[in-house]
């Protein structure tokens, strides 16, 4: 099993900076790619980034120069830094962990963090 510990949420001002983080533990396994999800209110759950084992990273166009992932393997830790936050942002953050193992992929999500845009 991996358990992912999610932190850094909270209520900030349009235009301000948030930093998320997410440290998994468990059965780590090598092959693996770690990201962040969010779901507003109504609506489903969308990607924002995503980071591979190897550094390369994705980005939802509706981020992209905004937010900023990226991952510490040496603490298993994965981070989100987002600026220039709008309202549209608000939503509850979640991580997400996929490894896999020869054929077999196993996936794993965060509790979810609150992040709240707003004047």
């Known amino acids: 099993q991996v358990q992912l510990v999610e932190s850094g949420g909270g209520l900030v001002q349009p235009g301000g900076s948030l930093r998320l983080s997410c440290a998994a533990s468990g059965r780590l396994l090598s092959r693996n790619v770690m990201g962040w999800y969010r779901q507003a209110p109504g609506k489903q759950r969308e990607l924002v980034a995503t980071?591979?084992?190897?550094?390369?990273?994705n980005y939802a166009d509706s981020v992209k120069g905004r937010f900023t992932i990226s991952r510490d393997n040496a603490k298993n830790t994965v981070y989100l830094q987002m600026n220039s936050l709008k309202p549209e942002d608000t939503a509850v953050y979640y991580c997400n962990r996929r490894q896999w193992l020869k054929v077999q992929d196993y996936d794993y999500w965060g509790q979810g963090t609150q992040v709240t845009v707003a004047s």
């Open positions: 980071v591979n084992d190897d550094g390369s990273t």
